[in-house]
T-cell receptor, first 111, second 115 residues
Framework: DAKTTQPTSMDCAEGRAANLPCNHSTISGNEYVYWYRQIHSQGPQYIIHGLKNNETNEMASLIITEDRKSSTLILPHATLRDTAVYYCIVRLLSGTYKYIFGTGTRLKVLA | EAGVTQFPSHSVIEKGQTVTLRCDPISGHDNLYWYRRVMGKEIKFLLHFVKESKQDESGMPNNRFLAERTGGTYSTLKVQPAELEDSGVYFC?????????????FGQGTRLTVV
């Protein structure tokens, strides 16, 4: 079972920041938080991942709380092309490294 | 750099037939994964190869599914005989798993329809 909880859906105005929350209260100290998205029927697309420090790349920022029980993915200036299902995944980087997908958040960016 | 490539993109077969899906990972990626999403369900892990060895096949649904990765390059997933409940989208992913190369990159998937 997925170790994360996300809202089912969210709307965001185009050009505004999209803040997608994720709860992972049972995360272990050696588990990372990964974010992927799936646009329409394409394959999941990697966005960002982190362990305990905040991370930023060209796509997004990841804010992880100090207790690591929750995180927020931030798309700084959402566009219509960011409309997708966003998955927050807790992943152990040992053993099989498999991802356990949940139901994700369906983000709709509105014009 | 080419991404993960999957063939075919779509396949429609009759119940009882055999289908083979192929995945070409990103060059140099030793780790290869298969996932699938069946109708209305979440994306589920099937198995993980490290080079040509099966590291974890705990997600394989039954013995009608056979995955191979001869030579540690491309991989095939054969379903024989196919059943109606096998319909869905099958994704392949690959990763380096060294340092910052831990993220897996997914292919576009193969949509399998069993009729």
């Amino acid at each position: 079972d997925a170790k994360t909880t996300q809202p089912t859906s969210m709307d965001c105005a185009e050009g505004r920041a999209a803040n997608l929350p994720c709860n992972h209260s049972t995360i272990s100290g050696n588990e990372y938080v990964y974010w992927y998205r799936q646009i329409h029927s394409q394959g999941p697309q990697y966005i960002i991942h982190g362990l305990k420090n905040n991370e930023t790349n060209e796509m997004a920022s990841l804010i992880i709380t100090e207790d690591r029980k929750s995180s927020t993915l931030i798309l700084p200036h959402a566009t219509l092309r960011d409309t997708a299902v966003y998955y927050c995944i807790v992943r152990l980087l040992s053993g099989t490294y498999k991802y356990i997908f949940g139901t994700g958040t369906r983000l709709k960016v509105l014009a | 750099e080419a991404g993960v490539t999957q063939f075919p993109s779509h396949s429609v077969i009759e119940k009882g037939q055999t289908v083979t899906l192929r995945c070409d990972p990103i060059s140099g990626h030793d780790n290869l994964y298969w996932y699938r999403r069946v109708m209305g369900k979440e994306i589920k892990f099937l198995l993980h190869f490290v080079k040509e060895s099966k590291q974890d096949e705990s997600g394989m649904p039954n013995n009608r599914f056979l995955a191979e990765r001869t030579g540690g390059t491309y991989s095939t997933l054969k379903v024989q005989p196919a059943e109606l409940e096998d319909s869905g989208v099958y994704f392949c992913a690959s990763s380096l798993l060294q340092g910052k190369g831990t993220e897996a990159f997914f292919g576009q998937g193969t949509r399998l329809t069993v009729v």
